[in-house]
């Protein structure tokens, strides 16, 4: 596991990530992604395009610090953010919304909409989710994930457990996709 000491959000960072697969592009990738295309992401990935931020995203971002805040104080320990790359698959990165400093646990934090805050509750995690978790599952060998799921100062915590066949799947997907880059 290597990683890239940029912070996130920079410029530097946005163009960084135009060279790499990352877990945010799964979904895209899978074609589950309410938020994006394949075509929008090949065409992002060639800077014909840019993700237009919506209000949603900039609301994600906003409270990015207060979530991960409620995230180390269910967990009883903290967390920072870190880019990491697979150990075997040179195009393939992932953005961490946290590790603990050991490297033990990583979390997806997301600033949810009431309906997918409600999965939560019910310790489910919304379909469109799944590819980017375990997308940083395989980019971290880990065998679990915490998918820490904000909604109005309430956090819920799901574990996510490896699917190796979905990443297989994930893997081979994003594959194809690279040999189009």
Not at 76 to 105: N, Q, R, T, W
Not at 149 to 177: M, P, T, W
Request: include cysteine; aromatic fraction near 10%; charge should be negative.
């Amino acid at each position: 596991m290597t990683n890239l000491s940029l912070e996130q959000g920079t410029e530097e960072w946005k163009e960084m990530r135009r060279k790499y697969i990352g877990a945010s592009d799964a979904a895209a990738i899978m074609g589950i992604s309410p938020f994006c295309t394949p075509y929008k992401l090949w065409e992002v990935k060639h800077g014909l395009a840019e993700i237009q931020e919506n209000e949603a995203m900039r609301r994600g971002t906003r409270l990015e610090e207060q979530a991960r805040q409620a995230y180390e104080t269910e967990v009883g320990f903290g967390v920072i953010p870190k880019v990491v790359f697979h150990p075997e698959i040179p195009y393939l990165m992932a953005s961490l919304d946290g590790i603990s400093v050991d490297g033990s646990i990583a979390v997806e934090i997301k600033n949810c909409n009431i309906y997918d805050h409600s999965l939560a509750k019910e310790g489910r995690v919304p379909l469109h989710y799944i590819p980017q978790l375990q997308h940083q599952l395989a980019c971290l060998g880990h065998d679990l994930i915490h998918y820490f799921s904000y909604n109005n100062s309430e956090g819920i915590l799901v574990e996510v457990r490896r699917d190796q066949a979905y990443i297989d799947r994930l893997l081979e997907a994003e594959a194809k996709f690279w040999e189009k880059h």
